[in-house]
């Protein structure tokens, strides 16, 4: 099966600090990442698609200096809150989306199983 | 302007009966429907998921009825059990995003 994981699972930090989020594709290359936030007992909402090697797209009204993208390989996106604040609280949740047959295209997406951050 | 409305919010089912939780959306472009399963503090996961030119789609217990005409699509969960308890999510793609139904979180009474 197509696995993804997240670290660390659960963040406690001060407000101001940063804090880094991995998100991995285990057993597959990802054609494409993406970055949710949930709020309690609400539908995800997506931050940002990034792309391996390009910059992430950003959702509207989502700041992109606070919220830093880096995917730095096929198997590799990293979020990091800048200067966190404890609205910024909330559960982060990455997908990858996996190749189809011979490397094309497949809807296919898969979740990691989530950031639990907490901005003292 | 939410563009995969589900429903209902909350459903409660005995176990061994039949849960249904519908989606329904407007953009036409939309072309992959995958419904997705969450259990608390855990990331979504892919349980069915449906193209719009098959009316229907059957795994185990999970089926998808998909009605082109009415923009409309469905999850049928039979015999359910209470380890289905958790919350569903009707999902939409398009052009590289995508777009998710408000959830419905189901209890199955024992």
């Known amino acids: 099966g197509a696995v993804v994981s997240q670290h660390p699972s659960r963040v406690i930090c001060k407000s101001g600090t940063s804090v880094k989020i991995e998100c991995r594709s285990l057993d597959f290359q990802a054609t494409t990442m993406f970055w949710y936030r949930q709020f309690p007992k609400q539908s995800l909402m997506l931050m940002a698609t990034s792309n391996e090697g390009s910059k992430a797209t950003y959702e509207q009204g989502v700041e992109k200096d606070k919220f830093l993208i880096n995917h730095a390989s096929l198997t590799l996106s990293t979020l990091t809150v800048t200067s966190a604040h404890p609205e910024d609280s909330s559960f982060y949740i990455c997908?990858?989306?996996?190749?189809?047959?011979?490397?094309?295209?497949?809807?296919?997406?898969?979740f990691g199983p989530g950031t639990r951050l907490t901005v003292t | 302007q939410q563009q995969v409305k589900q429903s209902p919010q909350s459903l409660i089912v005995q176990k061994g009966g039949i849960s249904i939780i519908n989606c329904a959306y407007e953009?036409?472009?939309?072309?992959?429907f995958p419904w997705y399963q969450q259990f608390p503090g855990k990331g979504p996961a892919l349980l069915i998921a449906?193209?719009?030119?098959?009316s229907e789609k059957k795994e185990g217990r999970f089926t998808i009825s998909f009605n082109k005409s009415a923009k409309q699509f469905s999850l049928h969960i039979m015999d359910s059990q209470p380890g289905d308890s958790a919350t569903y999510f009707c999902a939409a793609y398009n052009f590289n995003k995508f777009y998710f139904g408000s959830g419905t979180k189901l209890n199955v009474k024992p």
């Open positions: 997908s990858a989306q996996r190749p189809g047959l011979a490397g094309g295209f497949s809807y296919e997406q898969y």
């Open positions: 953009n036409t472009a939309f072309d992959y």
């Open positions: 449906i193209r719009p030119d098959v």
